[in-house]
């Protein structure tokens, strides 16, 4: 059974840094591909960013300079820093894996204030 388990979401101003974990229960973790995806209010779910088996990484053009995803095979974990908040950063993030079929975890709230 794949679980995916999302921490460090939170409320934070505008410029603020906010760092997400996501802990993946799979094996051989590191062969795989790792995303996190976020959902505005009223908005369809889009990716944000990507990383792959071997390090290379994706980035949707509106984070770009800002947002760096990360992993670390030993703990089974990918992260997102996600520095310069911006108003339209809110949403709820989700990391998500395919393996069969596309599994995701349960979100972490990230709320940007003004």
């Known amino acids: 059974q794949v679980q995916l388990v999302e921490s460090g979401g939170g409320l934070v101003q505008t410029g603020g840094s906010l760092r997400l974990s996501c802990a993946v229960s799979?094996?051989?973790?590191?062969?795989?591909?790792m995303d996190w995806y976020r959902q505005a209010p009223g908005k369809q779910r889009e990716l944000v960013a990507s990383?792959?088996?071997?390090?290379?990484?994706n980035y949707v053009d509106a984070v770009k300079g800002r947002f760096a995803i990360s992993r670390d095979n030993a703990k089974n974990t990918v992260y997102l820093q996600m520095n310069s908040l911006k108003l339209e950063d809110t949403g709820v993030y989700y990391c998500?894996?395919?393996?069969?079929?596309?599994?995701w975890g349960q979100g972490t709230q990230v709320t940007i204030s003004s």
């Open positions: 998500s894996i395919y393996s069969t079929r596309r599994y």
């Open positions: 799979i094996r051989m973790f590191s062969v795989y591909s």
């Open positions: 990383i792959f088996s071997g390090g290379a990484t």
